[in-house]
Structure formats: C-alpha cells, structure tokens
T-cell receptor, first 113, second 114 residues
C-alpha cells in the first residue's frame, strides 16, 4: 500500500510553543484524518476533514484539507505536556473500498520542560 | 462513546504456537480491520472485513488469517507464530457513508514471539 509523506518525523519543543506538521501525497484523497497515539495505546481520532480547503478546529488543534486534495496540515497552539505523543495523518479514498485508509509514518512530538 | 476492545494488552507466545487475537466493537460497524505497527514502518493493513463471513487481504496478509462470525467480532489468527510477527497489533472499525473513512482503534495488543 501507499504511504503518505509526513513531516517532520519528530519535534522537540518547549511547553507553550505552537506546533505545525503536514502530510503530502501523490494521490488525491476524499477525506483527511488526524490521529494521536499515546505510548502503549491505539490511535485516537482528532479531526476529520471532508472537503478541499476545509479548516476545522478541535480545541487548540486546527487542521486543513489542502486545496489540491493532496495534502493536509495540523497545527497545535500553546502546547502543553499532555500533547506529547505520535501524530498520524491518514487519507481516505472512497473509491478505494474498505481498505482505502492510507497512513503517514507519524510525527513524534516531544515537549521539553 | 465509541468502543473497540481487544482481548489482551500484552501477549507472549513461543515460535510455532497458534495465536488468537480478538477484537470486539459495540458501534454496529460494518467494517473491521487488523493492522500491525512497527517502528519506522507505520501502520500496515493485514486484513479487513466489510461484512460477516467476508474477508479481504490487506497489504501484508502472509502468515495471518482472520475470522468474522459475528458483526461485532473480528479475530486475527497467527497459524504458526514466528519471531518476525513480534509487533503491536491494532484493530479498528468504521461505519458506512461519509464516515466510512473514520476508523476507530482499539488499545492494541503487544505480541512478543520468543
């Protein structure tokens, strides 16, 4: 299966800083999703985006569905210690059937005290 | 709240053993998935099912089989476990319509094969 190009691979930031990460693909997706995974747990869905250009917020998180439908961005404002974890982007193509979800390899967010 | 549960959080097995990983969802979802997650490789799809008794191969089905006898339950079977199947196994489910892409994950089973 195809992999999305997610960057950065890891981020070391100070508490209170804003965070940005993104995903790009050579294919068009109908839906972009962002997940967060805490150590030893399964990924938890943060935001789902359904329309090109859509900007959606969930608390301090904001995600955008790129106009070309080949990319997406996630921003976290004023980071706090519980934001630590791995963030995954995923793209879904409705024409791909039930197996259409493609994942990035994750951005590992580390917050330094 | 949406709930996907997996039978074990941690499992240690020996090479050659038959291993069953169970997953149950309470959302009446049609579609269920099994992934494995390895450092540097991300999540890779093993098998999925879009209905009872239906199954489809994902990207890495070799060495695995699945069973879906009831809508809420999807089992992953390692017929003869090998050390290269040591991994984190994640089950997910999703409903239909526009939300079909929104997969909900269980907590994962960390399997070690000795």
């Amino acid at each position: 299966g195809q992999q999305l190009n997610q960057s950065p691979q890891s981020m070391f930031i100070q508490e209170g800083e804003d965070v940005s990460m993104n995903c790009t693909s050579s294919s068009i997706f109908n839906t972009w999703l962002w997940y967060k995974q805490d150590p030893g747990e399964g990924p938890v869905l943060l935001i789902a985006l359904y329309k090109a250009g859509e900007l959606t917020s969930n608390g301090r998180l904001t995600a955008q569905f790129g106009i070309t439908r080949k990319d997406s961005f996630l921003n976290i404002s004023a980071s706090i210690p519980s934001d630590v974890g791995i963030y995954f982007c995923a793209g879904w193509d409705s024409g791909g059937g039930a197996d259409g979800l493609t994942f990035g390899k994750g951005t590992h967010l580390i917050i330094q005290p | 709240d949406v709930k996907v549960t997996q039978s074990s959080r941690y499992l240690v097995k020996r090479t050659g053993e038959k291993v069953f990983l169970e997953c149950v969802q309470d959302m009446d979802h049609e579609n269920m998935f099994w992934y494995r997650q390895d450092p540097g490789l991300g999540l890779r799809l093993i098998y999925f099912s879009y209905d009872v008794k239906m199954k489809e191969k994902g990207d890495i089905p070799e060495g695995y089989s699945v069973s879906r006898e009831k809508k809420e339950r999807f089992s992953l079977i390692l017929e003869s476990a090998s050390t290269n199947q040591t991994s984190m196994y994640l089950c997910a489910s999703t409903g239909g319509g526009r939300a079909r892409g929104e997969q909900f994950f269980g907590p994962g089973t960390r399997l070690t094969v000795l």
